[in-house]
C-alpha cells in the first residue's frame, strides 16, 4: 500500500489546481512544454500513521510553482490561490481519507534572470478507508 496515499493525494490536489485561474496547468512532473505559470505536485516522503485497527500514512505534498516575470508578483498572488485551493481538498480522497493538511513552509528563489519558482511544502496525514 505503499505509495497509494501519495497517489491519491497527488490527484486530489491536481484537481484542486484545475480551480486556479492565471495556471497554465498542473504537472505530476517537470513538463518538457509549458508556458509559465504552471504547477508541479509530487508527495513523498511517506511515513507510518497507522493506529491500533487501521491503515495511515504522514506524506508531504509539495507544490512547485513557476513563473516568469522582472519580479514574483504575479508568482506571490498565484501561492495564495494555490493555498486556498489546496484548503479544499478532502477530506475523501481515492481509498483514503484526509485528516489533516498543514501548511509547513515555502520559499521562493530565482531560477535564472527573470524566472521564478515558488514552492509550497504541506504535511498530510492520512487513514485508509
Known amino acids: 500500500m ?7 493525494l497527488i490527484a486530489a490536489a491536481m484537481a484542486a489546481l484545475q480551480e486556479v485561474g492565471g495556471l497554465t496547468g498542473s504537472h505530476e ?15 513523498g516522503l511517506e ?10 500514512r504522514e ?8 513563473d516568469q ?6 508568482l506571490r498572488r498565484l501561492a495564495a490561490e ?6 479544499g481538498i478532502g477530506p475523501e480522497l481515492d481509498g ?8 509547513v513552509r515555502s520559499m521562493i528563489v530565482a531560477q535564472s534572470a527573470g524566472r521564478w519558482a ?8 492520512i487513514l485508509a478507508g
Do not use: C, N
Open 118 to 125: 515558488l514552492t509550497l511544502d504541506y504535511r498530510a496525514r
Open 69 to 74: 516575470g522582472e519580479r514574483p508578483t504575479r
Open 96 to 103: 483514503w481519507r484526509l485528516v489533516t493538511l498543514v501548511f
Open 59 to 66: 506524506a508531504r505534498l509539495t507544490v512547485t510553482l513557476i
Open 2 to 8: 505503499s505509495g497509494q496515499a501519495s497517489a491519491a
Open 47 to 56: 511515513a507510518d500513521w497507522s493506529h491500533k485497527s487501521g491503515l495511515g
Open 29 to 43: 512532473a517537470m513538463p518538457l512544454q509549458a508556458a509559465p505559470p504552471y504547477a508541479t505536485v509530487a508527495a
Open 82 to 87: 494555490v493555498a486556498e485551493a489546496l484548503e
